[in-house]
């Protein structure tokens, strides 16, 4: 993937976001180096317990702090660099993001202090980009988009109305694969209007962002009405057209 990006737009460099499994194989890392990739992966404390012992009682000169209060959250930012992966490849080396986070009190729109559990939760990356207290916001941001893509996209692919995983019985060479590709085409289009187009929003506004029950309505709206263009199709959604009188009332 990496290589075609790089193929396609030779100018634009090349960044690979990838979960804690991958990053305990050192191979993926020298290959995704000699394709001047750079990445950053998500390392858990019990799949790199060598990395996180080296990191977490390194020196303190070694070590950089950050702290800062943004909403009702205390985020906490701890980095060193040249931080070897494991005993075994002590010369793979990498740079190691440690975010804290911590949600604060905070007062709800109605002007009361919220009872809700506060959370607190902790991730730790490790990426070829130099870290500083410039980058790390960045690299943590970048780092944290991995769970929205896998929940926002591959979730909703499979389990959302488009049951990506299932090739409805058309062989499974390559009628399947156009069919999944096709899929795909259609969700980049609708992640396009999502963006983009006002009466979209309202409409996924209108059914509490549940992507499934609103392609469910549009479906319905199909079978009902002469459709006219697309934005007729979402305004259907958030301003219903009048209900026709029932059959038999009076």
């Known amino acids: 993937m990496a290589k075609q990006v790089s193929y396609l737009y030779p100018n634009m460099p ?7 499994l991958a990053s305990k194989m050192p191979l993926i890392f020298e290959r995704f180096r ?21 990191f977490l009682t390194a020196e303190e000169s070694d070590v950089s702090k950050l702290t800062e209060v943004q909403g009702h959250y205390n985020r906490r930012y701890r980095f060193m660099n040249n931080v070897p992966l494991n005993d075994s490849n002590f010369d793979l080396k990498f740079n ?3 975010l804290d986070e911590e949600e604060l009190l905070y007062v709800t729109e109605r002007g009361k202090q919220t009872r809700k559990k506060l959370s607190k939760t ?3 990356w490790i990426t070829d980009y130099a870290l500083s207290t410039e980058t790390v916001r960045t690299i943590a941001k970048g780092g944290r988009a991995r769970w929205k893509v896998e929940n926002e996209t591959f979730n909703t692919l499979k389990n959302q109305g488009c049951h990506f995983e299932h090739n409805y019985g058309h062989g499974y060479k390559n009628l399947s694969n156009v069919l999944a590709g096709i899929m795909l085409l259609v969700f980049l289009f609708d992640q396009i209007l999502l963006a983009c187009n006002k009466e979209m929003q309202q409409a996924f506004a209108k059914v509490s962002s549940r992507h499934g029950y609103l392609w469910q309505k549009i479906l319905s709206l199909f079978d009902e009405w002469r459709i006219g263009s697309l934005e007729s199709v979402y305004r259907a959604v958030f301003q219903p057209p009048p209900k026709t009188r029932l059959i038999g009332s009076v």
Do not use: C, M, N
């Not at 090349?14 to 804690?20: A, D, F, H, L, P």
């Not at 000699?34 to 080296?54: C, N, Q, R």
């Open 34 to 54: 000699k394709l001047d990739a750079t990445s950053f992966w998500g390392a858990k404390e019990d799949d790199h317990k060598f990395l996180h012992e080296w």
């Open 14 to 20: 090349s960044t690979i976001v990838e979960e804690g």
């Open 96 to 98: 190691v993001l440690l």
């Open 122 to 124: 902790r991730w730790v």
